[in-house]
């Protein structure tokens, strides 16, 4: 049974106990899932923007890495549009692969050979 606030002593501590693990309660209810979820948007949008950087510099690296390897077969000038002539072959292949791949194959409509 409770006790009366006049006669008990301990019922300050009693009450802020009871204040402090109600306020832990709510704060662990609410606030940290939020900030679980805040953290993991900042991330995810800090690897997106630092993986689409490290592409960028990895296709220019590519690129550079291309043009210095075919100057030692051709002139300057022709080993950079060779360059992006084969960049850009191996792009637009990997592109209509993945364009073929987008949509599954339905084997009743498939003609026999």
Do not use: C
């Not at 306020?23 to 939020?34: E, G």
């Amino acid at each position: 049974m409770p006790g009366n606030p006049l006669t008990n002593p301990n019922w300050a501590a009693e009450l802020a106990d009871t204040i402090e693990r109600t306020v832990t309660t709510v704060r662990n209810k609410t606030t940290r899932p939020l900030l679980i979820a805040y953290r993991g948007v900042i991330f995810g949008v800090v690897a997106a923007w630092g993986g689409a950087i490290a592409a960028v510099l990895l296709l220019i690296a590519l690129v550079r890495g291309l043009q210095a390897f075919l100057d030692i077969f051709f002139e300057h000038t022709t080993s950079v549009w060779l360059s992006y002539l084969i960049v850009g072959a191996v792009f637009a292949i990997v592109g209509m692969v993945v364009m073929k791949r987008r949509f599954p194959v339905d084997e009743t409509l498939e003609q026999p050979v």
